[in-house]
């Protein structure tokens, strides 16, 4: 296969990740690449091996396996790759039709390849949801909503973590006009970083609650990361934020776009989307800029209280948040 087919070229690539080619001469290059994973289990012919070190667990080791199921691209990690260099030689020149990649790290390699490919797309419009809770009902809701005109892609299930969100924006292709992702995090900066790999026009930020506050020590630390996910929102853009949460006026700090509020409370004279009224079967109401609209969605309750985790406010009918 050539370049033409690959989610990016031999030259992007490598540019893209600080990455050295291990290997040897093959003649006119043909080099392609159709998938991204992380798991060598899902490893099919034509696919990007990204190995990465956990806690308990290496995946180089899984190398071997990956570049039997047709791996074409297989990142390697420096750090790894200098205690037996004589190794990943042996295995390129059993593997002439793969490129070994060395990297300096596995994880910010994935992510800027990920951010190399979505430049790519400059005309796809890109939204990005965060928040304690509700972001997977929001992002379904929103995808939903805008397939009625556009071709959408959006993050399938939750994959939206430092690994999750990369893997998800290389399923976005040609044809596709806007793109829903979801960023969740577990440490700090992840929102940051994975921000960056997306760089989105428009993001929704669902509330600010306790999850993650064993690690990150305080809600107001959990607003300061959610909202790094506006860092990247231009003058034509905007951010949109719970008018209801306390930490509204925080998280809408130096926006550059638009500041939407959503919610509850949303002032009518003011522009936002305001919640009117659950009408059970028949849907939900809410207003846009004064101007009342429906959603005919009938939403299950118990769906509701699994998102919201109760965070100790109770249940709110439909607020998309």
């Known amino acids: 296969m050539s370049d033409q087919k690959s989610l990016l070229a031999f030259d ?20 392609s690449f159709d998938s991204v994973v ?67 790290n596995n994880m910010e390699a994935l992510q800027n390849a990920a951010r190399a490919y979505v430049k790519k797309f400059p005309n796809l419009i890109k939204i990005a949801i965060t928040g304690s809770s509700g972001k997977t009902t929001t992002k379904e809701i929103l995808a939903s909503v805008l397939r009625q005109k556009y071709n959408v892609v959006a993050t399938q299930g939750n994959f939206n973590s430092e690994t999750g969100l990369p893997l998800s924006v290389f399923n976005i292709r040609p044809e596709h006009e806007a793109g ?24 929704i930020i669902t509330n600010i609650g306790t999850a993650h506050i064993g690690i990150l020590g305080s809600r107001e630390n959990i607003a300061k990361e959610k909202r790094k996910i506006f ?6 853009g905007a951010a949109f934020v719970p008018a ?9 700090e130096g926006v550059k776009g638009a500041v939407v509020r959503f919610g509850k409370d949303v002032p009518v004279e003011k522009s936002g989307v305001a919640f009117v009224s659950n009408d059970g079967l028949d849907g939900t109401r809410f ?21 919201s985790r109760f965070n100790g406010k109770g249940l709110e009918p439909l607020r998309v948040s």
Do not use: C, W
């Not at 099919?44 to 691209?73: C, T």
């Not at 970083?193 to 993001?203: G, Q």
């Not at 209801?244 to 809408?252: K, M, P, T, V």
């Open 287 to 307: 207003e846009i800029d004064g101007v009342e609209t429906r959603l005919n969605l009938y939403v299950d309750v118990r769906l509701l209280q699994r998102e």
């Open 38 to 104: 992380t798991d060598s289990r899902a490893v099919k012919p034509g696919s990007l091996f990204v190995p990465l070190i956990g806690e308990n667990q290496d995946g180089h080791k899984y190398i071997p396996d990956a570049l039997k199921a047709g791996a074409s691209v297989v990142f390697v990690t420096d750090s790894v790759y200098e205690k037996n260099p004589k190794y990943y030689l042996q295995l390129a020149s059993e593997n002439l039709d793969a490129a070994l990649v060395v990297v300096q």
């Open 12 to 31: 992007e690539l490598l540019q893209s990740v600080y990455g050295k080619y291990v290997g040897f001469a093959r003649g006119s290059r043909q080099f």
């Open 244 to 252: 209801d949460d306390d930490f509204a006026g925080f998280i809408s």
């Open 231 to 236: 860092s990247y929102i231009k003058e034509d």
């Open 180 to 203: 829903v992702f979801e960023m969740g995090m577990n440490r700090e900066n992840e929102i940051g970083e994975i921000a960056r790999v997306l760089e989105p026009n428009y993001a």
